[in-house]
């Protein structure tokens, strides 16, 4: 008897495990999306979760219904101690895939919206942030709810077309706790907009000393991307009627100083496959093709120098270029480092451009 009752305090344990597992989830709230804001001298949480929980849809549960709760406060935590007060169950940022940052909030400081992130052991360090475009972050949410969105899925979609198109991410926590300590260069955050049922994500938001001073268009972002040397994949639209896409993309800079007089020479070196051609030319001949890549060196030059253009013209250093001469002149930058906004407007740009049309693969007859 007692080896029968043995073998079953086990399957008995097992079954308590389940339920109180289920129970422990149901009573948490597991926040997917949270926005930051700032208005009037005080922060706001919005948070936005699942009510579903740890509920089991085959007995009626719903894990879809995606709700939003709020907290206020002087600052970003006590905002975050006020939210879990109001809520009536346990909140927890573990599972936090992105954070948006409302845009009064970026203009207030990104120094602000990330210290209590930094300080949680709990949060990913790879979420996402993002600052929503001339709105704030709750706006931003309800807007996309009452669109029938669902929130978490539409900022899952726009991480998995960045991993399409860069060879990295740079928008994560991690990495923008690791520029903020350099403060001699532009911080670059993706800005998000609405476009009728989706999210989409329009270019940078720069931000200078921690606050935002300015978005970037579509063109001089991708531009600040080719410099940064993270596109993995790009359309190029030429006038001659030809669509390519990029196959390979290499970008190398390289600073040469004289006393505080600063030159990059900005080596981009790519191929491109022609994807559609729409004219009656014929372009595959030796000078169709030369005629080509001519187009193509204009295209990609004209992306960069809206990048360096801004650069020279606002004052800010986007490109990170602040980081470049103080890592290859040491001695130099120790002098420079005080002059460097002065000096930002001065800075001489190189283009040397190195690039081919690869195969073109076919199916059929060619006209």
């Given at each position: 008897?007692?080896?029968?009752?043995l073998?079953?305090?086990?399957?008995?344990?097992?079954?308590?495990?389940?339920?109180?597992?289920?129970?422990?989830?149901?009573?948490?709230n597991?926040?997917?999306?949270?926005?930051?804001?700032?208005?009037?001298?005080e922060y706001?949480?919005?948070?936005?979760y699942k009510?579903g929980?740890?509920?089991d849809p085959?007995q009626g549960?719903s894990?879809?219904?995606e709700?939003?709760a709020?907290?206020?406060g002087k600052?970003?935590?006590?905002?975050?101690?006020?939210?879990k007060?109001?809520n009536?169950?346990t909140?927890?940022?573990?599972?936090?895939?992105?954070?948006?940052?409302?845009?009064?909030a970026a203009?207030n400081?990104?120094d602000?919206?990330l210290?209590f992130?930094?300080?949680?052991?709990t949060?990913?360090?790879?979420?996402?942030?993002?600052?929503?475009?001339?709105?704030?972050?709750k706006?931003f949410?309800?807007k996309?709810?009452?669109a029938?969105?669902?929130?978490?899925?539409?900022?899952?979609?726009?991480?998995q077309?960045?991993?399409?198109?860069?060879t990295?991410l740079?928008?994560?926590l991690?990495?923008?706790?690791?520029e903020?300590?350099?403060t001699?260069?532009s911080?670059?955050?993706p800005?998000?907009?609405?476009?009728?049922?989706?999210?989409?994500?329009e270019g940078y938001t720069?931000?200078?000393?921690?606050?935002l001073?300015?978005?970037?268009?579509k063109?001089t972002?991708?531009?600040?991307?080719?410099?940064?040397?993270?596109?993995?994949?790009?359309?190029?639209f030429?006038e001659?009627g030809?669509?390519?896409?990029l196959s390979?993309?290499?970008?190398?800079?390289?600073?040469h100083?004289?006393?505080?007089?600063?030159?990059v020479?900005i080596?981009?070196?790519?191929e491109t496959?022609?994807?559609?051609?729409?004219t009656e030319?014929d372009?595959f001949?030796?000078?169709?093709?030369?005629k080509l890549?001519?187009?193509q060196?204009e295209?990609i030059?004209?992306l960069?120098?809206?990048?360096?253009?801004?650069s020279v013209?606002s004052?800010s250093d986007?490109?990170?270029?602040?980081r470049?001469?103080?890592?290859?002149?040491?001695r130099?930058?120790?002098d420079?480092e005080?002059?460097?906004?002065?000096i930002?407007p001065d800075i001489?740009y190189q283009?040397v451009l190195?690039?081919k049309?690869?195969?073109?693969?076919?199916?059929?007859?060619v006209?």
């Open positions: 008897m007692n080896k029968i009752f073998l079953l305090f086990p399957l008995l344990l097992c079954g308590c495990s389940h339920d109180m597992n289920r129970r422990e989830i149901d009573e948490i597991i926040v997917l999306v949270l926005g930051i804001d700032y208005t009037e001298d706001t949480l919005s948070a936005l009510t929980g740890g509920a085959e549960g894990a879809d219904q709700e939003i709020e907290g206020s600052t970003p935590y006590a905002a975050l101690e006020d939210l007060l109001k009536k169950k909140i927890t940022l573990a599972q936090t895939g992105s954070f948006l940052i409302g845009d009064s203009k400081g990104i602000t919206c210290d992130l930094s300080r949680d052991e949060i990913k360090m790879e979420s996402l942030i993002f600052v929503t475009k001339s709105i704030d972050a706006t949410i309800k996309g709810m009452e029938k969105q669902k929130i978490h899925e539409d900022l899952e979609a726009i991480k077309k960045q991993n399409e198109m860069f990295r740079d928008n994560t991690v990495n923008l706790l690791n903020m300590k350099q001699s260069s911080i670059l955050i800005y998000l907009i609405s476009d009728e049922s989706s999210f989409l994500i720069v931000l200078d000393q921690m606050k001073k300015d978005y970037l268009d063109e972002s991708t531009g600040v991307d080719f410099i940064r040397n993270i596109i993995r994949r790009h359309p190029i030429l001659e030809v669509g390519l896409e390979y993309t290499s970008t190398d800079l390289k600073t100083l004289n006393d505080k007089e600063v030159t020479i080596n981009h070196d790519f496959m022609i994807k559609e051609v729409t030319e372009i001949t030796r000078k169709g093709l030369d890549t001519q187009a060196n295209y030059v004209k960069l120098k809206k990048a360096t253009d801004y013209n004052g986007i490109l990170q270029i602040a470049l001469v103080e890592y290859n002149h040491v130099e930058w120790k420079m005080k002059d460097w906004v002065e930002i001489e283009y190195n690039s049309i690869d195969k073109s693969f076919i199916l059929g007859n006209r």
